[in-house]
């Protein structure tokens, strides 16, 4: 018997080389991680400080509803509006440049929005941040994309979502500490070392990606970008406006939102003539590419509109201190970390279709859940409905991603990073502004009968949030109108409250229609095959 053995060095081994390539992969993912940590951690920083801005000077900046609203939604304006630029600039120049560039600028903007003296200066400099991370985050998706090849790049994207995550968790934990020790202008300067540390590390470690040789010769679409960005600023300030006037027929309102919607339209009608589209809108003609877009900006306008709501819920309404709300926000992070990296078994074995409508229908039901909450609800309640939309939002955001990654071309990686960032930031400045603007509507219609007689300075105040009305209402009791006082302040609590509620079924009405357009719209099993 001569049966021939196969030899030792036919059997498949890992070789020192491959073993050297995924360590350094690693480490490059490590290092891009460290940036996604940096610009994700910072919006949930700002949240959990929001009503510490709303306290007057020397304890915030005074800032009302509506300056609120812009401070976040200054930043993913700007973000939305530079990103399809950015990511085109990284497939033509590589995607090194811009991502050091936007590490550095970021960690500038951060330094001089602790020092903001207005809520105006606040606004601006977080239109800088914005900026900044419209450099980095596209950048981050297509070095992961060219550095990871297949099944490495999927569980990487998941490792990315996860991070999303742990910034989500960390965010409002660092924040609340900071405030409870230091002043508003730490939860920005906290990043400067960061950033040093980060961008120290992304020159000796980040290669240098982009497309193939066709790439360079792309030309940056221009009238394209500034379109979708003025189309954007108008209808997020419309929105804004028409939340600040309680009235959405006024010219101040209707004027820009009906502008900015033309300049959308304008710019779908510019994108499909042009030879070079910064967003080539063929591609929704794709039933999974539109699916996935749209499941992606719902998340993100559930995620950061209700984000806004929590924060003054939990601290003018339940009256935690910053500390306190930051891990009461702790089972929605946690969520994300422990459902997202395992999502991809899911979609393996049931589909992208299955995974997203299920994700989006136990994420309206986590919204409905906190429609039922009030101030007398036990807290493990509140944070129950709050882990359930979490655990929605993990099971759509990495198909979601990975749909939109794998539906454009390989040399186009940038130009995919920036549509998959562009629809979460128009998502989260529409969050921000839409469900803000029916927050502040409602409650000021709650309001209004309780602050009357105040006089226009308290009156207007009282108006601007909650934790306006709240000052007022301390301000009535060293007055001495102490059963005024009363009466102010609980019909802020109770106002909010039920402001709130329209607030949280508004959220669910948005994400239950998409995900029945997503069912019906998105492959099934055989198609993602």
């Not at 700007?78 to 811009?98: E, I």
């Not at 903007?109 to 900044?132: D, K, N, V």
Request: net charge positive.
């Amino acid at each position: 018997m001569s049966a021939s053995v196969p030899a030792a060095p036919d059997l498949p081994q890992r070789t020192s080389e491959e073993t050297g390539r995924e360590s350094r992969h690693t480490l490059v993912l490590a290092v891009v991680l460290s940036a996604v940590l940096l610009v994700s951690m910072d919006n949930s920083i700002l949240n959990v400080a929001l009503k510490t801005l709303a306290e007057p000077a020397p304890v915030g900046l005074g800032a009302d509803h509506g300056q609120l609203q812009w401070a976040v939604d200054s930043y993913t304006l700007t973000y939305a509006a530079l990103l399809l630029g950015s990511g085109l600039l990284g497939d033509r120049v590589g995607h090194r440049r811009p991502l050091l560039a936007g590490i550095a600028l970021f960690g500038v903007a951060s330094a001089l929005s602790a020092w903001a003296m207005t809520p105006e200066q606040l606004i601006a400099l977080r239109a800088l941040m914005g900026a900044a991370g419209a450099l980095i985050m596209p950048a981050t998706l297509a070095v992961v994309s060219a550095v990871f090849p297949g099944e490495r790049r999927t569980r990487a994207l998941g490792v990315w979502t996860a991070v999303v995550g742990v910034a989500v968790a960390l965010g409002p934990i660092i924040g609340g500490a900071l405030l409870e020790r230091f002043w508003w202008g730490s939860v920005f300067l906290v990043n400067v070392p960061v950033v040093l540390v980060t961008l120290v590390a992304m020159f000796f470690v980040v290669p240098d990606t982009r497309g193939p040789a066709a790439a360079p010769a792309r030309r940056t679409d221009l009238p394209g970008i500034a379109l979708s960005g003025l189309g954007l600023l108008g209808v997020v300030y419309g929105v804004i406006r028409a939340g600040e006037l309680n009235d959405w027929t006024d010219r101040d309102a209707v004027l820009p939102l009906a502008a900015g919607l033309a300049l959308l339209v304008a710019f779908v009608l510019w994108e499909r003539r042009v030879p070079r589209p910064a967003l080539d809108v063929r591609y929704f003609r794709e039933r999974g590419f539109a699916a996935a877009a749209t499941s992606l900006g719902v998340l993100y306008f559930t995620l950061v509109g209700g984000t806004f709501v929590i924060t003054f819920y939990l601290q003018s309404v339940r009256g935690y201190g910053p500390l306190a709300t930051g891990v009461c926000v702790l089972p929605l992070a946690a969520s994300l970390i422990i459902f997202a990296p395992r999502v991809q078994r899911l979609v393996t074995r049931f589909g992208v279709r299955a995974v997203c409508t299920g994700g989006l229908a136990v994420m309206a039901a986590g919204l409905l859940g906190l429609a039922t909450v009030d101030r007398s609800t036990p807290v493990w309640v509140f944070e129950a409905y709050l882990f359930v939309f979490g655990a929605g939002t993990a099971h759509v955001h990495p198909p979601s991603t990975g749909a939109i990654v794998a539906a454009l071309p390989a040399a186009e990686s940038g130009a995919a990073s920036a549509v998959n960032n562009t629809f979460r930031q128009v998502g989260a400045s529409l969050g921000a502004a839409v469900l803000g603007s029916v927050l502040n509507a409602a409650y000021r219609s709650r309001i209004g009968p309780a602050v009357d007689g105040l006089g226009p300075e308290r009156e207007g105040r009282a108006n601007g949030s909650v934790a306006g009305t709240l000052q007022v209402a301390r301000d009535l009791a060293a007055d001495g109108r102490g059963a005024r006082a009363h009466l102010v302040a609980r019909a802020a609590h109770d106002g909010f409250a039920q402001a709130m509620r329209i607030t949280w079924v508004t959220a669910a009405a948005v994400v239950l229609v998409t995900t029945v357009v997503v069912c019906a719209v998105l492959p099934g099993p055989a198609d993602d095959a």
